[in-house]
């Protein structure tokens, strides 16, 4: 009997361990699922597109019932046409890991059927990460070619060019780890955003390639970008309008034209931008480095800004301000409008600036900067001989501590 007593009790623990195992295996199916865009037909190589099968891979990823999903993009090489990947998506995490290079299709004419203004887009998705250590190239240089900017006379420019990779109305994305490549216009894009995080990213164009901004960020809050390196033809970051709560950190800029808040305002609407904080940013050879820019014409608020801890090497503007955008660049005239620019701080500044005029605070009669901090500041020639100034107009300030060049502040 106490054999068999044993004996039942063992079958029981078997019978257990299988009900247990099975409830287990079936549960880790539920919160997870992983899928790969060769199982949807991509084919690796620069001459087959392969757009539609990362469509019907992405939309399998988003349509699954798990609660997390994974969307591989192995170590080859992808060719796509302009697409758009929508959510809203069932899983409550996504995660795109992009091992291989996506690559854009090399002629402007592959645009003829689509949107000129955008090649990958994510539209409405949340809980997505997107993740290297792959590459994004935009072969942009067809359409750097045919830019009205440096080709004005040529029949049939273009102003308009795709930007790489355009993240659209979505909430809490993580970006990393990627490295961008010679995007035909913009590399990234954010508009219409919640909880976005970009860091570890690598992105790179010519500095004479037209309108390459490295990151847009546009009508988003929350957002968080640091250590990443940028080399582009335009702002490095910019910051358009209605913009709350943006922290950028870490971020070695050049060439480019630095970091820069605007252009805002340009069709006479109410700006807002509040609580921006810029730091630890070092710029080689850039326009600009720490710069902030309105049209006449507009309207609201640009407070709240931190700009601190910038290492600059040969730029050309390391402090600007300029209130006085206008259609004709140098023949502004005086308007009763304008965006109020207060509570701004530049804090730990030091480097070399290429022209004499190391800082430029140039604001509105009608609506002056107000409450600028400048604190610990030393800017030195980048050339041997002339010493570098400042000049201010209109601009409200106070300094403390070592500002060199002195600071000229109305009282």
């Not at 990823?61 to 302009?82: G, H, K, Y």
């Not at 164009?205 to 809050?221: C, E, Q, V, Y």
């Amino acid at each position: 009997m106490h054999l068999q007593g044993s004996y039942l009790f063992l079958v029981f623990l078997g019978i257990v361990y299988v009900i247990t195992a099975s409830s287990e295996h079936e549960h880790a199916n539920t919160t997870r699922a992983t899928f790969n865009v060769l199982d949807y037909g991509a084919v690796g190589g620069r001459h087959t597109d392969s757009a539609m099968a990362f469509w019907e891979a992405w939309n399998a990823t988003c349509s699954s019932e798990a609660e997390n999903s994974t969307l591989i993009i192995p170590r080859m090489r992808f060719l796509l046409s302009p697409i758009t990947f929508d959510g809203p998506c069932r899983p409550q995490r996504i995660k795109i890991l992009i091992l291989g290079r996506l690559l854009a299709p090399e002629s402007p004419e592959a645009w003829r059927d689509f949107d000129p203004g955008q090649w990958l887009a994510f539209r409405g998705v949340n809980g997505l990460e997107i993740a290297g250590p792959g590459t994004i190239n935009g072969r942009g240089s067809g359409w750097w070619n045919q830019s009205c900017r440096y080709h004005p006379k040529l029949e049939g420019c273009t102003t308009l060019a795709p930007t790489a990779l355009k993240v659209l109305s979505c909430k809490n994305i993580w970006l990393r780890d990627i490295h961008f490549i010679n995007s035909s216009q913009s590399h990234i894009l954010i508009e219409g955003c919640d909880g976005i995080k970009i860091e570890n990213l690598m992105i790179e164009a010519p500095g004479n390639s037209p309108n390459t901004d490295g990151i847009h960020i546009h009508a988003s809050h929350n957002v968080i970008i640091n250590n990443t390196i940028i080399a582009s033809g335009d702002d490095c970051i910019s910051i358009g309008d209605h913009i709350p709560n943006i922290a950028i950190s870490y971020i070695k800029c050049g060439p480019g034209h630095g970091i820069s808040i605007g252009s805002l305002g340009k069709s006479g609407n109410v700006v807002q931008v509040e609580n921006v904080h810029v730091s630890k940013v070092t710029l080689q050879g850039t326009t600009n480095g720490a710069r902030i820019k309105t049209w006449q014409v507009g309207q609201g608020n640009v407070r709240g800004v931190r700009f601190e801890d910038f290492f600059l090497d040969s730029v050309k503007n390391p402090i600007i301000i300029n209130q006085n955008y206008c259609k004709v660049r140098g023949a502004c005239e005086e308007l009763p409008t304008g965006v109020h620019i207060s509570d701004i701080s530049f804090k730990n500044f030091y480097g070399t600036s290429s022209t004499n005029i190391a800082i430029n605070l140039n604001c509105s009669l009608s609506v002056p900067c107000t409450e600028i901090l400048m604190k610990s500041i030393y800017l030195r020639s980048a050339i041997a001989a002339p010493n570098v100034t400042s000049s201010c107009r209109n601009a409200y300030g106070i300094a403390f501590g070592v500002v060199h060049p002195s600071p000229c502040f109305q009282i």
